[in-house]
């Protein structure tokens, strides 16, 4: 009798064994028919880029996964936060969100974080660039990055050469110098062309993130991405001088809008930064990557030059400030594990360069960043996105206006020391 009951066990544990082995090798994808017939649901993923330019890295998806259908729905980027709150409100949240690091801090408790078996955190670190760790949070992951969208500097070739000025400014001294000489102004001394579109935030709309980049510069994050510790009042010093990387990112930048001084380039009455270089009324400008596809197609009459923006001189280090996107997965999803096996596959080598391609903007990982890119603009973009850094920002709706607040306070010839401690004391109020 025990000699049976012995065998009976035996088997159950083989069968307890094998079934759980089984379980283990179909969600791994090791065997992947049965992985397939375990998710037949539709992914549902939202994001504000238009459906065309996600379509063949989606294809190829579907290639290897035929009962697994993505259904991409674009959005309004002007509401695009609003519709995600009320779809999780109201228990329709899609299955991924393409998401940019600035809505993290606001969204952070309604996602899902990355299993441990989809992506480690060293292999996380290793595959993509500095700046995605901005998605690292807690010990947690909360997105699977897809692309890079950096600052960089666009100036017209043309206007350039007509100065004798034969390369782009390669640090903020030279760029001060070169939008001197760039300006025109009547006799009056109205100008009619400006050098450069800095100095205020009512008609320059990355201001904030032109102001964040020189602070990045300076040695500051504004708000630290690991300890949400908020950075922008502290000082550095260096050779027994002690600096205030804020104020001195605040003062280079409000001057260029300052009639007195001698750096004065812009005003009130310019347009947007792309609609006055597109229009000839502006010589260079600081904007994003994702510009360079409509501002070529509306200039095409235009040389148009793409660099990596100015470095202080002498810095030690070259870094940059980019927008990190990301697919993240919202906790209310029916479907986080195929959704996670999405995301995972879409950042992966060959659908990540696609994506990035069709988009227009530089992918996030190291290996394609590395290899860089044949079209000139396009291997700007990549330079920059690997020198790319972000701050934690706990939510833009809020913190923008703080810091949007601190600028324009500045251009009206507020004391520096004072603006810069009381947006620092209420974006330390955002994060209690």
């Known amino acids: 009798m025990m000699k049976q009951i012995s065998k009976l066990q035996v088997g159950i544990y083989i069968g307890v064994i094998f079934i759980t082995l089984l379980v283990v090798f179909i969600f791994l994808g090791v065997i992947p028919g049965l992985n397939e017939k375990s998710f037949t649901s539709d992914v549902v993923i939202w994001g504000v880029y238009p459906k065309n330019d996600l379509m063949e890295a989606f294809a190829a998806w579907r290639e290897e996964h035929s009962t697994i259908s993505l259904i991409y729905e674009q959005k309004n ?20 969100i393409m998401l940019p690091d600035s809505l993290l801090g ?24 500095s700046a995605a760790n901005i998605f690292m949070q807690n010990e947690q992951i909360y997105g699977i990055p897809f692309a890079i969208d950096p600052l960089t500097l666009y100036w017209n070739r043309d206007f350039f050469a007509s100065e004798t000025i034969a390369l782009p400014p390669i640090t903020w001294d030279e760029f001060l110098t070169d939008a001197r000489k760039l300006t025109k102004r009547t006799q009056d001394g109205a100008i009619t062309r400006s050098g450069a579109a ?15 980049l020189l602070a990045l510069q300076g040695g500051i994050s504004i708000i630290d991405p690991a300890t949400h510790a908020v950075t922008l009042a502290q000082t550095r010093t260096v050779n027994q001088i002690t600096t205030s990387p804020a104020e001195t990112a605040l003062r280079y930048y409000a001057d260029f809008a300052r009639r007195e001084k ?78 996670w096996r999405v995301a995972a596959f879409l950042a992966k080598n060959a659908p990540a360069a696609v994506i990035a391609n069709d988009l227009k903007l530089a992918p996030a990982r190291r290996d394609l960043l590395g290899a860089g890119h044949d079209f000139p603009p396009f291997s700007v973009f990549y330079e920059e996105a690997l020198r790319a850094r972000a701050w934690y920002d706990p939510d833009p709706a809020l913190s923008h206006p703080i810091l949007t607040n601190m600028i324009e306070s500045i251009s009206a010839g507020r004391e520096m020391h004072t603006a810069v401690a009381e947006a620092s004391a209420r974006l330390d109020n955002l994060l209690k």
């Open 77 to 96: 980027p002007n509401s695009y936060r609003a519709q995600i709150l009320e779809a999780i409100a109201t228990g329709n949240a899609p299955d991924i």
């Open 106 to 129: 606001a969204m952070q408790n309604k996602l899902s974080p990355v299993p441990a078996i989809t992506m480690t955190e060293r292999e996380y670190q290793e595959t993509f660039a």
């Open 198 to 212: 800095m100095g205020l935030t009512s008609n320059i709309p990355d201001a904030v993130d032109i102001v964040s």
């Open 262 to 339: 001698t750096s004065y380039t812009w005003n009130h009455t310019f347009p947007k930064p792309d609609d006055a270089f597109v229009r000839e009324d502006l010589a260079m400008f600081i904007g994003r990557a994702s510009a360079f596809a409509s501002l070529s197609q509306r200039a095409p009459h235009i040389n148009i030059g793409v660099s990596p923006v100015p470095q202080y001189s002498q810095a030690p280090v070259k870094i940059g400030y980019g927008r990190v996107l990301a697919f993240t997965v919202p906790m209310q999803s029916q479907n986080q594990a195929t959704a």
